[in-house]
Protein backbone atom coordinates (compact mmCIF):
# COMPACT_ATOMS: atom_id res chain seq x y z
CA UNK A 1 0.00 0.00 0.00
CA UNK A 2 1.51 3.32 -0.85
CA UNK A 3 1.98 5.64 1.84
CA UNK A 4 1.28 9.00 2.13
CA UNK A 5 2.95 11.47 -0.12
CA UNK A 6 3.23 15.36 -0.31
CA UNK A 7 4.31 17.78 -3.09
CA UNK A 8 6.65 19.76 -3.79
CA UNK A 9 9.30 18.25 -1.44
CA UNK A 10 10.94 21.70 -1.53
CA UNK A 11 9.80 25.02 -1.90
CA UNK A 12 11.75 28.56 -1.75
CA UNK A 13 9.14 31.32 -1.72
CA UNK A 14 9.85 35.20 -1.39
CA UNK A 15 7.99 37.28 1.35
CA UNK A 16 4.51 38.34 0.14
CA UNK A 17 3.86 35.75 -2.47
CA UNK A 18 1.82 32.77 -1.63
CA UNK A 19 1.64 29.04 -1.19
CA UNK A 20 -0.36 25.75 -2.29
CA UNK A 21 1.00 22.50 -0.84
CA UNK A 22 -0.67 19.21 -1.41
CA UNK A 23 -1.20 15.78 0.25
CA UNK A 24 -2.49 12.60 -1.04
CA UNK A 25 -3.36 9.92 1.93
CA UNK A 26 -2.66 6.59 2.05
CA UNK A 27 -6.21 4.83 -0.34
CA UNK A 28 -9.19 4.45 1.72
CA UNK A 29 -8.01 7.07 4.32
CA UNK A 30 -10.65 10.00 4.90
CA UNK A 31 -9.01 12.02 7.39
CA UNK A 32 -5.96 14.60 6.47
CA UNK A 33 -4.20 16.53 9.14
CA UNK A 34 -1.80 18.84 8.37
CA UNK A 35 1.40 20.55 10.91
CA UNK A 36 3.77 22.61 10.59
CA UNK A 37 6.97 22.22 12.80
CA UNK A 38 9.68 24.37 13.76
CA UNK A 39 12.74 23.62 15.92
CA UNK A 40 11.44 23.55 19.14
CA UNK A 41 7.82 24.24 18.57
CA UNK A 42 7.03 20.57 18.06
CA UNK A 43 4.61 19.77 15.77
CA UNK A 44 2.04 22.39 16.09
CA UNK A 45 -1.57 21.93 14.62
CA UNK A 46 -3.00 23.28 11.29
CA UNK A 47 -6.02 22.26 10.67
CA UNK A 48 -7.92 18.46 10.22
CA UNK A 49 -10.57 17.48 7.28
CA UNK A 50 -12.62 14.58 7.39
CA UNK A 51 -14.77 13.80 3.82
CA UNK A 52 -14.48 17.00 2.41
CA UNK A 53 -14.95 19.03 5.89
CA UNK A 54 -13.41 20.64 8.20
CA UNK A 55 -13.14 18.92 11.22
CA UNK A 56 -10.59 20.84 13.52
CA UNK A 57 -8.89 24.05 13.23
CA UNK A 58 -5.43 25.11 14.84
CA UNK A 59 -4.51 28.40 16.19
CA UNK A 60 -3.48 30.09 13.04
CA UNK A 61 -4.45 33.02 10.98
CA UNK A 62 -6.60 33.14 8.63
CA UNK A 63 -3.78 33.04 5.77
CA UNK A 64 -3.58 29.37 6.31
CA UNK A 65 -6.31 28.09 4.56
CA UNK A 66 -6.86 24.30 3.76
CA UNK A 67 -9.42 21.95 1.59
CA UNK A 68 -10.14 18.58 1.09
CA UNK A 69 -11.12 16.99 -2.30
CA UNK A 70 -13.59 14.13 -2.78
CA UNK A 71 -10.83 11.87 -3.46
CA UNK A 72 -9.68 12.78 -0.02
CA UNK A 73 -6.62 14.59 -1.38
CA UNK A 74 -5.86 17.64 0.24
CA UNK A 75 -4.04 21.03 -0.31
CA UNK A 76 -3.17 24.07 1.97
CA UNK A 77 -2.74 27.30 1.28
CA UNK A 78 -0.58 30.10 3.03
CA UNK A 79 -1.28 33.68 1.89
CA UNK A 80 1.23 36.91 2.21
CA UNK A 81 4.00 34.92 3.21
CA UNK A 82 6.33 35.93 5.88
CA UNK A 83 9.54 34.91 7.24
CA UNK A 84 8.31 33.32 9.98
CA UNK A 85 6.39 30.50 7.82
CA UNK A 86 9.43 29.21 7.33
CA UNK A 87 9.17 25.39 8.12
CA UNK A 88 8.29 21.77 7.27
CA UNK A 89 5.15 21.27 6.58
CA UNK A 90 3.54 17.50 7.34
CA UNK A 91 0.40 16.22 6.54
CA UNK A 92 -0.79 13.23 7.71
CA UNK A 93 -3.80 10.48 7.11
CA UNK A 94 -5.81 8.37 8.87
CA UNK A 95 -9.13 6.14 8.58
CA UNK A 96 -10.47 9.34 10.38
CA UNK A 97 -11.80 7.63 13.97
CA UNK A 98 -10.38 8.97 17.15
CA UNK A 99 -8.87 5.85 17.48
CA UNK A 100 -7.14 5.79 14.68
CA UNK A 101 -3.24 6.14 14.43
CA UNK A 102 -2.02 8.74 11.41
CA UNK A 103 0.32 8.12 9.22
CA UNK A 104 2.58 10.93 8.08
CA UNK A 105 3.71 12.33 5.05
CA UNK A 106 7.69 13.06 4.09
CA UNK A 107 6.88 16.81 4.19
CA UNK A 108 7.61 19.83 2.72
CA UNK A 109 10.16 21.98 3.73
CA UNK A 110 8.87 25.99 2.77
CA UNK A 111 11.63 28.68 2.99
CA UNK A 112 10.65 32.19 2.89
CA UNK A 113 13.07 34.75 2.24
CA UNK B 1 -4.18 22.48 24.66
CA UNK B 2 -0.98 21.61 23.59
CA UNK B 3 0.33 18.06 26.42
CA UNK B 4 3.46 18.66 27.63
CA UNK B 5 6.24 16.22 27.75
CA UNK B 6 9.13 15.80 30.28
CA UNK B 7 11.73 15.18 30.22
CA UNK B 8 12.99 17.45 27.24
CA UNK B 9 15.98 15.06 26.87
CA UNK B 10 17.30 12.16 27.44
CA UNK B 11 21.02 10.29 27.12
CA UNK B 12 21.49 7.03 27.51
CA UNK B 13 24.00 4.02 26.54
CA UNK B 14 22.68 1.24 25.23
CA UNK B 15 21.26 -1.38 27.21
CA UNK B 16 19.67 1.33 29.60
CA UNK B 17 16.48 2.22 30.41
CA UNK B 18 14.08 5.33 29.78
CA UNK B 19 10.59 6.45 31.21
CA UNK B 20 9.32 9.32 28.83
CA UNK B 21 6.02 10.91 30.37
CA UNK B 22 3.18 12.95 28.92
CA UNK B 23 0.10 15.01 30.64
CA UNK B 24 -2.74 16.99 29.63
CA UNK B 25 -5.01 19.20 31.96
CA UNK B 26 -7.94 18.40 29.60
CA UNK B 27 -9.96 14.88 29.65
CA UNK B 28 -8.65 12.43 26.97
CA UNK B 29 -10.38 9.76 24.51
CA UNK B 30 -6.60 8.32 23.53
CA UNK B 31 -2.80 9.30 23.95
CA UNK B 32 -0.23 8.24 20.67
CA UNK B 33 2.90 7.93 20.45
CA UNK B 34 5.47 8.66 18.01
CA UNK B 35 9.44 8.50 17.02
CA UNK B 36 10.61 11.22 14.64
CA UNK B 37 14.48 10.66 13.36
CA UNK B 38 16.43 13.49 12.15
CA UNK B 39 15.43 14.19 9.07
CA UNK B 40 12.29 12.18 8.52
CA UNK B 41 8.75 11.86 9.12
CA UNK B 42 7.40 10.93 12.76
CA UNK B 43 6.41 7.39 12.95
CA UNK B 44 3.33 5.91 14.67
CA UNK B 45 4.55 3.78 18.15
CA UNK B 46 1.59 2.96 20.25
CA UNK B 47 -1.82 4.48 20.83
CA UNK B 48 -3.59 3.93 24.42
CA UNK B 49 -7.57 4.66 24.45
CA UNK B 50 -9.74 5.38 26.98
CA UNK B 51 -10.87 2.40 28.61
CA UNK B 52 -7.74 0.25 28.50
CA UNK B 53 -7.36 -0.50 24.71
CA UNK B 54 -4.18 -0.33 23.43
CA UNK B 55 -2.68 -0.66 19.47
CA UNK B 56 0.17 -0.57 18.46
CA UNK B 57 3.97 -2.72 16.57
CA UNK B 58 6.87 -2.38 18.45
CA UNK B 59 8.90 -3.60 21.57
CA UNK B 60 7.66 -0.80 23.44
CA UNK B 61 5.08 -0.32 26.46
CA UNK B 62 3.67 2.63 27.54
CA UNK B 63 0.31 3.43 30.52
CA UNK B 64 -2.27 5.52 30.37
CA UNK B 65 -4.06 6.94 33.65
CA UNK B 66 -7.19 7.89 32.42
CA UNK B 67 -7.94 10.02 36.02
CA UNK B 68 -4.86 11.92 35.97
CA UNK B 69 -4.84 12.04 31.86
CA UNK B 70 -0.87 10.94 32.10
CA UNK B 71 0.46 8.78 30.02
CA UNK B 72 4.34 7.35 30.69
CA UNK B 73 6.48 5.60 27.52
CA UNK B 74 8.68 2.74 28.81
CA UNK B 75 11.87 1.85 26.57
CA UNK B 76 13.86 -0.74 28.04
CA UNK B 77 17.20 -2.54 27.27
CA UNK B 78 17.79 0.69 24.72
CA UNK B 79 19.39 0.12 21.14
CA UNK B 80 21.03 2.57 19.29
CA UNK B 81 18.18 2.92 17.40
CA UNK B 82 15.78 4.04 19.61
CA UNK B 83 17.54 7.68 19.30
CA UNK B 84 15.21 10.26 17.70
CA UNK B 85 12.50 12.68 18.99
CA UNK B 86 9.40 11.13 20.85
CA UNK B 87 6.15 12.77 20.48
CA UNK B 88 3.06 12.17 22.62
CA UNK B 89 -0.26 13.18 21.07
CA UNK B 90 -3.49 13.19 22.82
CA UNK B 91 -7.07 13.33 21.76
CA UNK B 92 -9.37 14.97 24.00
CA UNK B 93 -13.38 13.37 24.50
CA UNK B 94 -14.92 16.45 22.45
CA UNK B 95 -13.49 14.90 19.17
CA UNK B 96 -10.93 17.70 19.18
CA UNK B 97 -7.77 16.88 16.62
CA UNK B 98 -4.35 15.22 17.77
CA UNK B 99 -2.18 17.72 19.45
CA UNK B 100 1.41 16.55 19.86
CA UNK B 101 3.73 17.65 22.77
CA UNK B 102 6.89 19.87 22.05
CA UNK B 103 8.60 16.39 21.93
CA UNK B 104 11.46 14.42 23.99
CA UNK B 105 15.18 14.04 22.35
CA UNK B 106 16.30 10.20 23.58
CA UNK B 107 20.30 9.55 22.28
CA UNK B 108 21.44 6.49 22.26
CA UNK B 109 24.71 5.51 22.21
CA UNK B 110 27.21 2.77 22.43
Known amino acids: KAGVTQTPRYLIKTRGQQVTLSCSPISGHRSVSWYQQTPGQGLQFLFE???????NKGNFPGRFSGRQFSNSRSEMNVSTLELGDSALYLC????????????FGPGTRLTVT | QQPVQSPQAVILREGEDAVINCSSS?????VHWYRQKHGEAPVFLMILLKGGEQKGHEKISASFNEKKQQSSLYLTASQLSYSGTYFCGTVGQAGTALIFGKGTTLSVSS
Open chain 1, 92 to 103: ASSLGDRGNEQY
Open chain 2, 26 to 30: KALYS
Open chain 1, 49 to 55: YFSETQR
